[in-house]
């Protein structure tokens, strides 16, 4: 059976996705980076997915598929777990000639999604066949030939067993390592959080096994003890378990925790470092935590619990007395209480603030401000989780950056 592959365009265009599980979950990440205006049609919806509706990144409609669903769209997803629903709502696309993609029948389907990679601006689809592991297969040795300059076939896989930790880095799926994208690529098993780089799901076979952990603040997740468990359990059935996390594991990842329940259960284990949000969410708005002649120290925090709070570890008295730069996580629902905390310490109300949302995906946006104006401006602007606070002068480089830049990019035009 062949197929004809095309490159589709679909920034500010509908596509239309029904049903709300694993399969889903795996593309519609992509469909976003795609600038794809998503509407998603379940009653119920993974975690994953229920996030992004909730950030307003898609359109979530909370119902079964209905007859006229597919109007309008330029791409439609039947994902549901019933043959009869996607039977339907293919032939609805049909008869629109709309492209339906059946998740449940490949050979029903109008149009089959290739297993994708990128390579810079180099985007590669490979199908073949119906062989989900060997199209991932080509697939991941085209790329990787393309990073290191080669065409080469790449060779068997040597089977892997236990389990890996992997660092995903800080969002934008070309952030992750090396050597955690060749782990991920040999997987039987994935188990990811809501941080992890989720368009690197949509590049897995049909066939891995993807469970989604959530991990959402006060809302949805798996207890870490079950993490722990469902680790274990599929590394002694002999599967290969990648424990699939954003930005380093080891920093805030709770990623110690579950490499030493593995190593006490005698599960192998091996962990993958990744880059952490805290240092590489300021760098993609231009800040450098530190700079010579502004600081030599950044301190890296975790604001989970408001200062004073009882379960709090953190030194904000020693922090705001520091010259050094502060990076906070998880602080922006708590940001009025970090920055009165801080004066009331003694760093001076003019400190310049930073706050950089969705750092490195295509939805970053950054606010700038100073610590008396930071809770004012975080609740005017909307800003939401997950978002990097960055308290210090090394704020006043990034700015210094950017009207060189706009120095620059003024002479190329007068240029022309």
């Known amino acids: 059976m062949s197929a004809y592959l095309l490159g589709l365009r679909l920034a500010g265009r509908r596509v239309v996705v029904i049903g709300g599980g694993r399969v889903a979950q ?50 439609v997803h039947a994902a549901t777990s019933d043959t009869e629903v996607n039977a339907a709502i293919a032939a609805e696309a049909e008869a629109a000639h709309t492209w339906c993609v059946r ?19 180099i985007t590669v689809g490979v199908l073949a066949g119906g062989d989900p592991r060997r199209a991932a297969g080509l697939r991941d040795a085209i790329v990787e030939s393309l990073h290191d300059g080669g065409l080469d076939a790449r060779r068997g896989r ?29 997987a039987d098993v994935v188990l990811n959080d809501r941080l992890a780089p989720r368009g690197l ?12 952990a959530a991990k959402i603040p006060y809302g949805r997740a798996m207890p870490q003890e079950e993490i722990n468990a469902t680790l274990i359990e599929h590394a002694r059935a002999g599967r290969f378990v990648v424990r699939l996390k954003g930005g380093d594991p080891f920093v805030f990842g709770r990623g110690a925790e579950e490499a030493l329940a593995c190593a006490r259960a ?30 030599q120290e950044f301190h890296v925090v975790s604001a989970h619990v408001e200062p004073g709070d009882p379960r709090s570890t953190a030194d904000w008295a020693a922090l705001a007395r520091s010259t050094g730069t502060l990076v906070i996580l998880m602080g922006v629902e708590r940001i009025g209480a970090i920055a009165d905390t801080l004066m009331r310490y003694g760093r001076a109300p003019g400190t310049p603030v930073a706050v950089v ?17 930071a809770a004012a401006e975080v609740s005017a602007q909307r800003v939401r989780p997950p978002a990097i606070v960055v308290v210090g002068d090394v704020v006043n480089v990034a700015q210094e950056i950017e009207m060189l830049r706009g120095q620059i990019r003024a002479g190329s035009e007068s240029a022309r």
């Open 26 to 75: 795996r593309r519609v990440p992509v469909l976003l980076h795609a600038g794809a205006d998503v509407l998603l049609i379940s009653p119920s919806a993974t975690p994953s997915l229920e996030e992004e509706a909730a950030a307003g990144r898609l359109h979530w409609e909370r119902r079964r598929y209905r007859a006229g669903d597919c109007a309008d769209a330029w791409l």
């Open 103 to 121: 998740a449940d029948d490949r050979t029903e389907s109008a149009a089959w999604t290739p297993a994708s990679g990128r390579a810079g601006e």
């Open 158 to 186: 040597r089977p892997l067993r236990g389990v890996a930790i992997v660092g995903g880095g800080p969002g934008d799926p070309g952030l992750i390592t090396v050597r955690g994208r060749q782990l991920l690529a040999q």
């Open 201 to 212: 799901l949509d590049e897995l076979p049909a066939d891995v096994e993807v469970i989604d």
């Open 266 to 295: 005698g599960v192998p284990v091996t962990v993958v470092p990744g880059i952490t949000s805290a240092v590489a969410a300021p760098a993609a708005v231009g800040i450098p935590v530190t700079h010579r002649g502004v600081t």
């Open 357 to 373: 949302q969705d750092g490195t995906l295509p939805t970053q946006r950054a606010l700038t401000t100073t610590l008396e104006s």
